[in-house]
Structure formats: C-alpha cells, structure tokens
C-alpha cells in the first residue's frame, strides 16, 4: 500500500457509474459505509489509503485507476 496516494473522486465516480453500482451498492462490495462512499465521491470527506484499497477491490478495478491527479475542468 502506497502511504501517500490520493484518490481521484472524479474517476472512482466514472468507474462505479460504468460499472452500474450505486454508492450503497459499491459500499457493501467494498465493506465500507454508504455514507462514507457518498461523502468521498462529494469531497466531504478524505479517503485513507486502506479505504482506497477496500473501493478498488469493490469496483475489482487496479487500484492504480483510482489513484493520481483529478483535473479540474475549469
């Protein structure tokens, strides 16, 4: 595990959308809270390195796709 990653919110939304699942339905794949996924993908709240890890086992993506630069589309 990476101790310093940062979650892309932008393509954890993209990949959970493509992959048909809702937020509580991600959350339960992933073992986490809905509210958790929800105030993550809105920038509520900051995901730790452990619970990037649990999304990307959930959404059975590389870890790697979550992970790394969000642009901003300004």
Do not use: F, Q, W, Y
Not at 31 to 42: A, F, K, P, S, Y
């Amino acid at each position: 595990m990476v101790p310093h990653m940062k979650l892309n919110r932008a393509a954890l939304v993209t990949i959970r959308e493509r992959s048909g699942l809702s937020t509580a339905a991600l959350a339960s794949r992933a073992g986490v809270d809905r509210t958790l996924v929800h105030r993550i993908e809105n920038g509520e709240r900051n995901a730790t390195p452990a619970v990037i890890t649990k999304l990307a086992a959930g959404l059975d993506c590389p870890l790697i796709a979550l992970i790394g630069p969000e642009v901003d589309a300004k």
